[in-house]
């Protein structure tokens, strides 16, 4: 059992459900951090029905009848497996049962860097008034091998709850599996928005940030994040947005959410090869997702939507036009200006009648010249330490 100096203490939660070809290598990576620390490990299993139970109860008992040789003070590992809602459900029940001073959560196919606990302690040891500290880490693919370098910066709140419009990207620039923090944390913003299954990691950061607690970033490699086709990271390239939505509008205010409302219908467009008539169906059900809110903010979000669509629709008929689908183009085209006749004289209408002007080739070297240089921009002013800190 672990000792009641839980200042020594790190309580980490693992959700686990039916990914056993995993698992050991997750568990492995928690019970194998060297440190003068006691280890509180919890497993929440949905109730899978591979090999996920094995494994888990071979853990355990090597951990908790004394065979596991320990690098650390004391490992205690405690674990169910049943039925739950959720694993932001589980993450949140494995937090209530949390002993330690320093808590973070594990996904059953994720790892942790050798040293990562020794890491953090050692962070918050010497920085009493941070709450959280978040690492880099490495993103690989189901065999292990490194696919890239996850390399963070600074906390940020503006840009952390913004989104990169001129590359149609989002700016979760924090590594879950290299997150840490205070278990005090809990009473000053609770726990994990249980409504949230894809994105209720960066409305924690966020959360955070909004209250005034201190985010701290540290250049040390604490996580591997693992991709694996079919699982929620890789499921869709649509998948996280409407819960993104949400947060843009929980923390940005529902007369903000025009541009991000765009590029919502703009990616939903482009999953499906253009197709108008689905832009037209998410409209209905994105704001049906907020039918809980206030009547004034429900009429915000509706005139926000109604102006963001033409707009992604324009800048569809463009992009369909470069990659060759010029009848699309122009039914696409037609539909946005028949939606608001003004749209004629909007700089995306004239960027597309000057397409058709000068032809698809002199188009697409034009269109190749205005990503290098937005490319540029993005590496200087984003992904710098990708490219200036390697060098030096």
């Known amino acids: 059992m672990l000792q009641k100096n839980h200042k020594k203490t790190i309580s980490i939660i693992t959700p686990s459900f039916n990914q056993g070809e995993y698992l050991e290598e997750t568990i492995r990576s928690v019970i194998s951090q060297e440190g003068d620390f006691y280890i509180d490990y919890?497993?929440?299993?949905?109730?899978?029905?591979?090999?996920?139970?094995?494994?888990?109860?071979?853990?355990?008992?090597?951990?908790?009848?004394?065979?596991?040789?320990?690098?650390?003070?004391?490992?205690?590992?405690?674990?169910?497996?049943?039925?739950?809602?959720?694993?932001?459900?589980?993450?949140?029940?494995?937090?209530?049962?949390?002993?330690?001073?320093?808590?973070?959560?594990?996904?059953?196919?994720?790892?942790?860097?050798?040293?990562?606990?020794?890491?953090?302690?050692?962070?918050?040891?010497?920085?009493?008034?941070?709450?959280?500290?978040?690492?880099?880490?490495?993103?690989?693919?189901?065999?292990?091998?490194?696919?890239?370098?996850?390399?963070?910066?600074?906390?940020?709140?503006?840009?952390?709850?913004?989104?990169?419009?001129?590359?149609?990207?989002?700016?979760?620039?924090?590594?879950?599996?290299?997150?840490?923090?205070?278990?005090?944390?809990?009473?000053?913003?609770?726990?994990?928005?249980?409504?949230?299954?894809?994105?209720?990691?960066?409305?924690?950061?966020?959360?955070?940030?909004?209250?005034?607690?201190?985010?701290?970033?540290?250049?040390?490699?604490?996580?591997?994040?693992?991709?694996?086709?079919?699982?929620?990271?890789?499921?869709?390239?649509?998948?996280?947005?409407?819960?993104?939505l949400e947060i843009f509008r929980r923390y940005n205010g529902a007369k903000a959410m025009k541009p991000f409302l765009t590029y919502f219908f703009l990616n939903k467009g482009l999953s499906r090869d253009f197709d108008i008539e689905y832009i037209r169906s998410q409209n209905g059900l994105i704001l049906e997702r907020w039918r809980g809110l206030s009547k004034g903010e429900q009429e915000v979000l509706k005139n926000r939507a109604a102006k963001a669509t033409p707009i992604a629709c324009l800048k569809l008929s463009n992009m369909a036009f470069l990659r060759g689908k010029t009848k699309k183009a122009y039914s696409i085209y037609k539909f946005a200006i028949g939606h608001k006749r003004l749209l004629t004289f909007h700089y995306l209408s004239i960027g597309f009648l000057f397409k058709i002007l000068v032809g698809s080739n002199v188009s697409a070297i034009l269109s190749r010249f205005r990503t290098s240089i937005i490319q540029q921009y993005r590496n200087r002013k984003y992904l710098y330490r990708y490219f200036y800190e390697r060098r030096s």
Request: proline residues 3%.
């Open 42 to 244: 919890i497993i929440m299993d949905g109730g899978s029905t591979d090999s996920s139970v094995d494994i888990i109860k071979k853990y355990a008992d090597l951990v908790n009848e004394g065979s596991w040789k320990k690098n650390c003070l004391e490992i205690d590992l405690t674990w169910v497996s049943e039925k739950d809602a959720g694993q932001t459900y589980a993450i949140n029940k494995g937090f209530k049962m949390a002993r330690g001073e320093v808590v973070s959560w594990i996904n059953s196919d994720d790892m942790y860097f050798p040293g990562s606990f020794s890491a953090v302690f050692n962070h918050f040891s010497h920085n009493p008034d941070d709450d959280f500290v978040f690492g880099d880490g490495d993103v690989i693919d189901e065999t292990g091998a490194l696919q890239w370098e996850w390399l963070s910066r600074p906390y940020n709140l503006k840009l952390l709850k913004s989104y990169h419009f001129l590359w149609n990207d989002f700016t979760n620039y924090i590594m879950q599996q290299a997150t840490f923090w205070r278990k005090g944390v809990f009473d000053k913003i609770g726990l994990l928005d249980s409504s949230l299954h894809y994105s209720m990691d960066i409305e924690y950061w966020i959360r955070a940030g909004e209250e005034g607690l201190k985010l701290s970033h540290i250049p040390v490699k604490l996580g591997k994040f693992r991709l694996i086709p079919g699982t929620k990271s890789l499921s869709s390239d649509t998948a996280f947005w409407p819960e993104n």
